[in-house]
Each structure stands twice: as structure tokens, then as C-alpha cells.
């Protein structure tokens, strides 16, 4: 049996171009077409997710911008150490009776809850395959939190062993954030806000 062609099912699939009357009678008894639509249509849900995770330029420029700043003008608690790395404070995977009942995942999903004195961040690791989906939180500290000094939005960046940027993103006004398709392995969390000092997250297994 022939088959519709490919740039037919892009085309449906990731513009929602109609077919003609004859190729929707072939997709209507094609198991084949039907099962390659389907998996074309999730990867464009995939793709766009992805997209709207992705921070935009001029927000890559305002944090880059922002984090010289910190670097060049140091606040009193940045002159000590520019950064203030986070604590695990909570980890679910010590707790079995706990997994998943949160956040209503499954029992592989996980969560972390790291603190420092400027706010908590909290992070739920779920399986998507062989890779990963991270939710998370940046939970300002209520005593240090005022207008004048907000812990986000912020940007974050999973940084590899080699100290490259891998995945990047950003938080929302109410400090939260997610990204998909995160390989297993061992990051640095760097989150960056514009009025803050840089809080980091070191040796982050996400497995």
C-alpha cells in the first residue's frame, strides 16, 4: 500500500494543513499514516513546550546584564561570595512512604527542597522516558523578600561537568519554572535574578 507523503504529514501535523479529500480517506484507513501523524503531533506539542520554556533574548541579555552587575558592583552579603550556594534541606528519595504522594507522580518522581537565607528552592524530578522533566519553585525568604529587593523571575541554567550551559530557563513572576528533556547526569543549578545575589545549587543528580 502507498502511503501519503511526508510533506504532507509535517504539514498536518505541525501547520494543521488540510488534506484533500482522497489523502483523508487514506489516513482514515491507513493504520501506518495515522500512527506517524500521531507521533509528528507530539513532537510539535514537544517542540512548542519547549519553545515557551526557552527564555527570550532580551531576557538572556537583561540577566547577563544583571550578573555583571553583581560582578562589577557587589552587594555586602555578593563582596563575602558573589554566589550563596544552596543546602539540601529535603530530599524525598530518603523517605519511600512519601514518593509521589505531593505531587501525585509516580513513585520514580522525586523531590528536593534546598535553602539558603534568600529563599528555598524547591524541585520535582519526574521520568519522561529516558529523559527528565523538572518542576520547580524559588520561594523568597518573607524576612528579606521586600519590593525593593524581589528574588525573581529569575533565569535558570543547568550547567554540565565541563561548565557548559546546557538547558536553560525562566521562572514566572511567582518563581516558578519547568523544562522537559533533561538527560540524566550531574548539573549546577545557577539561578540568576536581577536584584539578587546568584544562588547556586551544586551536584544536582538528575537520574
Excluded at 88 to 116: C, E, H, M
Excluded at 148 to 162: G, S
Aim: a negative charge; glycine letters at 4%; proline letters at 5%.
Amino acid at each position: 500500500m502507498m502511503h501519503l507523503a511526508p510533506q504532507l504529514l509535517f504539514a498536518l501535523a505541525f501547520d494543521s494543513k488540510p488534506l484533500e479529500s482522497d489523502a483523508e480517506q487514506h489516513l482514515a484507513d491507513c493504520d501506518a499514516c495515522r500512527q506517524v501523524i500521531t507521533d509528528l503531533r507530539t513532537l510539535a506539542h514537544e517542540l512548542s513546550v519547549m519553545g515557551v520554556s526557552e527564555p527570550s533574548a532580551a531576557a538572556l541579555e537583561r540577566y547577563y546584564a544583571a550578573q555583571a552587575h553583581i560582578q562589577q558592583q557587589p552587594s555586602r552579603l555578593a563582596s563575602a561570595w558573589r554566589s550563596i550556594t544552596a543546602m539540601l534541606a529535603w530530599d524525598s528519595r530518603q523517605q519511600p512512604a512519601l514518593q509521589g504522594v505531593r505531587s501525585g507522580a509516580g513513585s520514580a518522581a522525586y523531590r528536593l527542597l534546598y535553602a539558603t537565607e534568600q529563599a528555598e528552592v524547591e524541585l520535582l524530578i519526574e521520568p519522561e522516558g529516558r529523559a527528565f522533566r523538572t518542576q520547580g519553585e524559588i520561594i523568597a525568604n518573607g524576612e528579606l523578600h521586600t519590593a525593593d529587593t524581589p528574588v525573581t523571575p529569575a533565569l535558570i541554567q543547568w550547567i554540565d561537568p565541563q561548565g557548559d550551559v546546557r538547558y536553560e530557563t525562566e521562572s514566572d513572576a511567582s518563581g516558578l519554572f519547568s523544562l522537559r528533556n533533561i538527560a540524566p547526569g550531574t548539573y549546577r543549578l545557577s539561578i540568576v535574578s536581577a536584584a539578587s545575589d546568584i544562588i547556586e545549587i551544586e551536584a544536582l543528580e538528575i537520574m
